[in-house]
């Protein structure tokens, strides 16, 4: 199972909150295995990776945290044939590499634990729509009931 996040318009300026609202919902999957199965798989790598591409990008090009400085640390380096060029390299420290990767990793950490809480509190609500889903095959967002349906149709 998965979920499909279409973009409602070309966005080019995002919040730190949007950001880590995104992240969240990127790490739902991996959450919801650990809810529901215990278990971690690969099923949800793909979207672990861009979580922390995003959560790498607020701390290193957008000065997204607050510790660190108003620092852009790294800028967008242009590749050919898919590899970064020459004269990239890195223009900060062994201690400042160390501390964006702490940061990255608490962003990381904390949209993930927030993932997981959402569905915690929601766990009925989602073990009806599985019920549906299991159904259906394939739901649309007009398609998807309210909650309290769920809770009719189970």
Same mark, same amino acid.
């Given at each position: 199972?998965?979920?499909?996040?279409? #973009?409602?318009?070309?966005?080019?300026? %995002?919040?730190? +909150? !949007?950001?880590?609202?995104? %992240?969240?919902? %990127?790490?739902?999957?991996?959450? =919801?295995?650990? $809810?529901?199965? &215990?278990?971690?798989?690969?099923?949800?790598?793909?979207?672990?990776?861009?979580?922390?591409?995003?959560?790498?990008? %607020?701390?290193?090009?957008? /000065?997204? @945290? #607050?510790?660190? /400085?108003?620092? @852009?640390? !790294?800028?967008?380096?242009?590749?050919?044939?898919?590899? #970064?060029?020459?004269? &990239? /390299?890195?223009?900060?420290? +062994?201690?400042? =590499?160390?501390?964006?990767?702490?940061?990255?990793?608490?962003?990381?950490?904390? @949209?993930?634990?927030? @993932?997981?809480?959402? $569905?915690?509190?929601?766990?009925? +609500?989602?073990?009806?729509?599985?019920?549906?889903?299991?159904?259906?095959?394939?739901?649309?967002?007009?398609?998807?009931? !309210?909650?309290?349906?769920?809770?009719?149709?189970?």
């Amino acid at each position: 199972m998965y979920t499909l996040q279409r #973009p409602t318009d070309d966005r080019f300026l %995002m919040t730190t +909150e !949007e950001l880590e609202n995104k %992240m969240a919902v %990127m790490l739902g999957g991996r959450a =919801a295995e650990h $809810l529901f199965f &215990g278990k971690i798989s690969t099923g949800a790598s793909d979207d672990l990776v861009k979580a922390i591409e995003i959560a790498r990008s %607020m701390v290193t090009r957008y /000065g997204m @945290a #607050p510790d660190l /400085g108003q620092v @852009a640390y !790294e800028t967008e380096r242009g590749n050919f044939l898919g590899q #970064p060029m020459e004269g &990239g /390299g890195r223009r900060f420290s +062994e201690q400042t =590499a160390r501390e964006i990767d702490l940061v990255v990793k608490d962003l990381v950490d904390q @949209a993930y634990m927030r @993932a997981k809480c959402i $569905l915690d509190a929601k766990r009925s +609500e989602l073990k009806d729509l599985a019920r549906l889903l299991l159904e259906k095959e394939t739901l649309s967002a007009a398609e998807l009931p !309210e909650p309290a349906a769920l809770r009719e149709a189970a």
